[in-house]
């Protein structure tokens, strides 16, 4: 089964939308720094170069939950959202003082380098090979076919422009011979 992207002949193969399980062992078998990142990515869907250009005064909190004001593809703003207590697990690894995820000299990460340390990580725990966006996959997935959110509301959540740009993606259904 695989899913195609867009117009162009890119699949993306079901074995890259990877289960809590895989993520949870990701982030048991990765630097401090690396499962953080992981496990925001798992959490919210964003692309990795979204992550990285999140600045401090991007995040708003309220209540248990920080709202994060986000600049995606196209420069469309969107909002996402993480409990406090991660928030504040990710403020106390990284110490950033304008990026929320810095590197140990107040850099932002480069998105070549998250690439690199999450593919290592997947060949290493899973024997796979995975990427930031594999998690942004798991997430829009997770969303649609086991929480059954809606269409939209995932669609406006991971700012693609339509819906059907989340459906082509994430609809893994295909009816089978005993359906018809």
């Not at 990765?30 to 005064?57: A, C, D, H, P, Y």
């Not at 939950?65 to 995606?72: K, P």
Request: proline share 2%; aromatic share 8%.
């Amino acid at each position: 089964n695989s899913i195609k992207v867009g117009t162009c002949d890119k699949k993306i193969y079901n074995e890259k939308v990877l289960s809590p399980h895989e993520i949870d062992l990701l982030i048991q078998n990765s630097s401090q720094r690396i499962s953080s990142i992981i496990l925001f990515l798992s959490k919210t869907g964003l692309r990795v170069s979204e992550l990285i250009g999140i600045k401090l005064s991007h995040c708003k909190g309220d209540n248990g939950t920080v709202f994060i004001d986000i600049i995606g593809k196209g420069t469309k703003e969107r909002r996402v959202f993480i409990p406090r207590d991660l928030f504040e697990t990710i403020r106390d690894i990284f110490h950033g003082k304008t990026f929320l995820f810095e590197t140990g000299n107040h850099k932002s990460y480069s998105r070549c380098y998250l690439w690199r340390e999450i593919k290592k990580v997947g060949l290493k725990t899973l024997g796979k090979n995975i990427s930031p966006h594999t998690l942004r996959h798991s997430f829009c997935t997770n969303m649609l076919l086991v929480k059954n959110k809606s269409l939209k509301a995932v669609s406006n959540y991971v700012g693609h422009s339509s819906t059907s740009i989340t459906a082509d993606m994430y609809c893994h259904d295909q009816l089978k011979v005993e359906d018809v």
